[in-house]
């Protein structure tokens, strides 16, 4: 059979294809792309109707009862793609360079012109140790854990998430580095602080194990997330995204031990970027899930 592949803006027509109802999406885009050598597989998005999900490339075009002959296929350029773990290393490996020069340039009189060359104080030494150890966690989980469903991202993307990054670890870096630095006036608050953030550390690293084996190698497989021994996990319970209830407590435990404007704008930004994209994941599983724990809400317990 045949079936039109028409520009997702202007509804133009650009191309007919022949399939059959064995072909996957894969292969019409390796059809499509006969045609548009600038194009490959992960830049190319087609949509049943323009308020219709993205098919996935495994989609068999026999599976999707609406396309008969004749029918259409939306299309959408989704622009120059990068790989996840290119995009997730760059934009993590970025801020331990980024905190660690401030951490460096005590001495340096065109950063810190006050400075008298004084060693780092306990704070200090512990907020970089906390810093540089959360990123290079994150690099490791993204080598060696993550088993993301998407191969590639818009690059785009690439600069708009390193300048999040690498902006906030710099300013992060050169307040707490600064010689004018005046640490918490308890040692409680401090170390409150640190235990905040190691409990959220631990956490988020065991949602990431548990969210691991829950796909097959190879796979892309999802399924409603569910505790596993683990007692960190059992925050699977109430809500959809524990790995970010745990991520913002690290970085509220971070604010909370190095008491600097931006570390508690970190968390707040963060957290807030978090919850959107949490409410957006819970949402779906809602939607794809018929038999979604009700009582289970996207990122903050009993609440949201
Ligand atoms: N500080 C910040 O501003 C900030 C912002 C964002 C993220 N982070 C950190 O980076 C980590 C990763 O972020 P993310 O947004 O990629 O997290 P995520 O969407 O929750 O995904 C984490 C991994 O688990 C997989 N996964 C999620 N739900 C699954 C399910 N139901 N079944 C099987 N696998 C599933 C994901 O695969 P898919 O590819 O299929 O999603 C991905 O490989 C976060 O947990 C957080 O610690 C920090």
């Not at 512990?126 to 469903?149: D, M, N, P, W």
């Not at 994209?277 to 609440?303: Q, S, T, V």
């Amino acid at each position: 059979m045949k079936i039109e592949l028409a520009h997702g803006k202007t509804g133009k027509t650009l191309l007919t294809v022949d399939v059959t109802k064995e072909d996957s999406i894969l292969d019409v885009k390796k059809k499509h792309i006969k045609e548009k050598t600038h194009l490959y597989p992960s830049r190319i998005c087609y949509k049943l109707s323009l308020k219709d999900k993205a098919l996935t490339d495994d989609v068999k075009i026999g599976d999707i009862e609406t396309l008969t002959d004749g029918s259409v296929l939306y299309f959408k350029d989704l622009g120059p793609q990068i790989g996840w773990a290119t995009v997730f290393i760059a934009e993590y490996t970025g801020p331990i360079f980024a905190y660690l020069i401030f951490y460096f340039s005590r001495n340096c009189s065109w950063i810190y012109p006050d400075s008298e060359g004084a060693p780092h104080n306990t704070v200090q030494n512990l907020a970089c140790a906390c810093y540089v150890g959360h990123y290079i966690k994150r690099v490791l989980e993204t080598i060696f854990i993550h088993r993301f469903s998407k191969g590639t991202m818009p690059i785009g993307n690439l600069f708009k998430n390193c300048t999040y990054y690498w902006g906030f670890s710099s300013l992060i870096s050169y307040f707490i580095n600064h010689p004018l630095y005046t640490v918490p006036s308890t040692e409680t608050q401090v170390y409150v602080g640190l235990s905040i953030y190691f409990f959220g550390e631990l956490g988020n690293l065991s949602t990431h194990l548990a969210f691991k084996n829950m796909r097959p190698a190879g796979s892309k497989v999802r399924v409603i997330p569910k505790p596993n021994g683990n007692p960190f996990c059992a925050l699977f319970n109430l809500v959809s995204c524990p790995n970010y209830t745990y991520e913002v407590l690290s970085w509220v435990g971070y604010a909370v031990m190095t008491q600097t404007f931006f570390s508690g704008l970190f968390a707040l930004v963060g957290g807030a970027q978090m919850l959107q994209w949490a409410l957006g994941k819970h949402r779906n599983y809602k939607k794809e899930f018929k038999d979604y724990p009700k009582n289970r809400k996207a990122m903050i317990p009993f609440i949201m």
